[in-house]
C-alpha cells in the first residue's frame, strides 16, 4: 500500500505532468496526419528523454502513445483516411457523419469512447498486473523459452498477411539480433569487423530508419506517382468545426458499446503481436452484431464511432501487463518503450514489481492520468488539429526527414548509426512492398537475446532430455501446446479479413 502511495504521489509533480501534457499533445499530432503513427513519434523522440529522469521520460513517452491513438481517428472522420491503421474502422461511420454535417458529435465521440476505454482498461492493470507478476516470478529458462516462441507465433501468424512471410520478418529480426558479442561465451560474432558492431546493433536507428525513414521514401514515390499521372490532391470541403457537440448524456446512451469495447481492446492488447488494428476490427464487428439497427453501421452512425475507438484505446493499458510482467512488447510501441526503459536502467519483468513497486504505480498512474490530458487537450486542440491535417504533405515529410538524422546522430554522437539508419530504411521500404511485417522484425529483434539465453539454459539444464524437461514443467508445456495450436489453427484457417490492415502500434 505504501508503495501504491508513493506510486501515485511521484506522478503529481511538475516533471511528469508537463511529460505527460507535451506527450500526449504530440502523440495527438502524429496520429492525426496520414502515415505518422505514435510509434513513429516515439522512436524519433526517444533520445529527448535521455537527459530526463526515468518517470518524467515515461511520462512523455506513454502521453505520446495515449495520444496518437485518438489521434488517427481525427483524419478518419475528417479526410476518409486513417491517421493510424487503428483508425481505419473509425472511418467507416465518421466520414459518412462528417458528410452529414456531424463533424463535431463524431470527432467528441470518438474522444469520449477513446478516453473512456483507456480508462477501464487502466483500472483493469492496477487488478491485474500485480498478481500476474508473482506468477511469472516462478518462470525459469524453460518456461520463458516457450512463452517467448508462443509471442514469435502470434506475431508472424497475426501480422501481415501471410504468416510464412511473417516467420522470415521475425527470423530476420532474430538474426539481426545475434550481431555482437555471444552473451554466454562473450566471443564477437557477425560483426564483420566492424567494431561498432561489438555491442550489437542499435535498436534506436532501426526503429527510426525503418518506421520515419521509410515513410519519408514512401510520401516521396506518392508525390512522384502523383506528378507523373498529372493527378493532384482532392481539396476536401468538409469542415472540422460543423455541427452540433455530443452531449455526456448522448455519449452515456452507448456505454454498453463502449464497457464492451473496452473489454475486448483489453484482453488483446495483453495478447503479443495482435495490436490495436484487430482490437478496433473486433470491437466494431462485435457492436454491430449486437446493434438494434445493424443496417445503419457503414452509413454514419455513432456506435460505430464509440465501438473501434474504445477498443483500440483500451489495448494501450492492455499492452502494458506482458510489457511490465513479463518483458514481452505486445506491439511496436512498447518494444519501443522497452529500448527506452532499458536506457534509464529499469529491466521489464517479474521483478521489477519487487525491486521498483514505486515506479511501476507510478506508471499505472501515468496511464490514467494521462487519459484525462487526452480529454482536455483533444476537446480544446481538435480545431487546430483538424487544420493540421491538411497541410501539404511535403510540409510534415520535410520535418519528420530532418527529425529523423537529427535524432540519431543526438542518441549516439555517431556516424555509423546514421549508415544503420539508412540500411535498415531501405530495408524497411522493401519489407512495405513486399508485405513483411514491420512488428514481427521488430517484436524478434527485441525479443532474441532473452530467448536465446533462456533457449541455451534450457537446452544445458535438460541434459538430453528436453521432453522431460517440458512434460515437467505445466506452464511451458502449456505454451508448447498453445503454439502448435496456434500454428495450426493460423497455418488452417488462414487471416481474418481484418488482418489485411497492415499494423504499426
Known amino acids: 500500500m505504501d508503495a501504491l502511495i508513493a506510486g501515485i504521489l511521484s506522478v503529481f509533480s511538475l516533471g511528469p505532468l508537463i511529460g505527460i501534457a507535451a506527450g500526449v499533445a504530440v502523440g495527438i499530432f502524429m496520429g492525426a496526419i496520414p502515415g505518422l503513427t ?153 560483426n564483420f569487423g566492424f567494431i561498432e558492431l561489438q555491442d550489437g546493433l542499435p535498436l534506436l536507428p532501426i526503429a527510426i530508419g525503418m518506421l520515419g525513414v521509410t515513410e519519408v521514401m514512401l510520401a516521396i514515390e506518392r508525390a512522384l506517382k ?51 488494428s484487430m482490437a478496433a476490427f473486433v470491437g466494431y464487428g462485435t457492436a454491430r452484431k449486437y446493434s438494434k439497427t445493424p443496417e445503419e453501421f457503414g452509413k454514419g452512425t455513432l456506435d460505430g464511432v464509440a465501438a473501434p475507438e474504445a477498443a483500440n484505446s483500451a489495448v494501450v493499458g492492455g499492452s502494458f501487463v506482458p510489457l511490465l510482467t513479463l518483458g514481452i512488447p505486445g506491439n511496436v510501441t512498447t518494444a519501443l518503450l522497452i529500448g527506452t526503459f532499458l536506457v534509464h536502467g529499469i529491466e521489464p519483468g517479474p521483478h521489477v514489481f519487487k525491486t521498483e513497486p514505486t515506479l511501476i504505480y507510478g506508471i499505472f498512474t501515468i496511464l490514467f492520468v494521462a487519459n484525462f490530458f487526452n480529454l482536455a487537450i483533444g476537446l480544446l486542440g481538435s480545431g487546430l488539429y483538424g487544420h493540421i491535417v491538411k497541410a501539404p504533405e511535403y510540409f510534415s515529410y520535410a520535418i519528420v526527414g530532418l527529425t529523423c538524422v537529427t535524432g540519431v546522430y543526438a542518441s549516439s554522437n555517431s556516424v555509423f548509426s546514421l549508415y544503420v539508419m539508412i540500411g535498415f530504411a531501405v530495408v524497411g521500404y522493401f519489407m512495405k512492398k513486399f508485405d513483411y511485417s514491420f512488428v514481427a522484425f521488430l517484436i524478434g529483434f527485441v525479443l532474441a537475446p532473452e530467448f536465446e539465453i533462456a533457449f541455451r539454459s534450457f537446452l544445458l539444464i535438460a541434459q538430453g532430455d528436453p521432453l522431460g524437461l517440458i512434460i515437467g514443467s505445466p506452464i511451458a508445456l502449456l505454451f508448447c501446446v498453445l503454439t502448435i495450436i496456434a500454428v495450426v489453427r493460423i497455418a488452417w484457417t488462414g487471416r481474418p479479413r481484418s488482418n489485411d490492415i497492415k499494423q504499426q502500434t
Open 38 to 190: 505514435a510509434a513513429m513519434a516515439i522512436a524519433l523522440l526517444s533520445p529527448v528523454t535521455f537527459g530526463m529522469e526515468p518517470l518524467t521520460a515515461i511520462a512523455f513517452l506513454t502521453g505520446i502513445y495515449k495520444g496518437g491513438t485518438f489521434g488517427g481517428s481525427i483524419s478518419a472522420i475528417l479526410l476518409n483516411t486513417p491517421g493510424s491503421p487503428e483508425a481505419t474502422a473509425t472511418a467507416f461511420d465518421g466520414y459518412p457523419l462528417a458528410k452529414a454535417g456531424q463533424v463535431k458529435r463524431a470527432l467528441h465521440m470518438a474522444l469520449f469512447a477513446s478516453v473512456a476505454g483507456a480508462l477501464l482498461a487502466d483500472v483493469m492493470l492496477y487488478v491485474v498486473a500485480a498478481p500476474f507478476s508473482r506468477i511469472a516470478l516462478k518462470f525459469g529458462p524453460t518456461e520463458i523459452t516457450f512463452v517467448v516462441l508462443f509471442a514469435f507465433t502470434f506475431v508472424a501468424g497475426l501480422t501481415g498477411r501471410s504468416m510464412s512471410r511473417g516467420m522470415a520478418a521475425c527470423a530476420f529480426g532474430v538474426l539481426c539480433a545475434m550481431v555482437g558479442l555471444d552473451p554466454m561465451s562473450a566471443t564477437p560474432r557477425l
Open 226 to 276: 502523383r506528378r507523373k499521372s498529372g493527378s493532384a490532391d482532392e481539396a476536401n470541403s468538409i469542415s472540422e468545426t460543423s455541427g452540433p457537440a455530443l452531449s455526456v448524456t448522448e455519449f452515456l446512451a452507448y456505454w454498453k458499446t463502449v464497457l464492451r469495447s473496452s473489454l475486448i481492446g483489453s484482453a488483446i492488447g495483453a495478447l503479443p503481436g495482435i495490436g490495436a
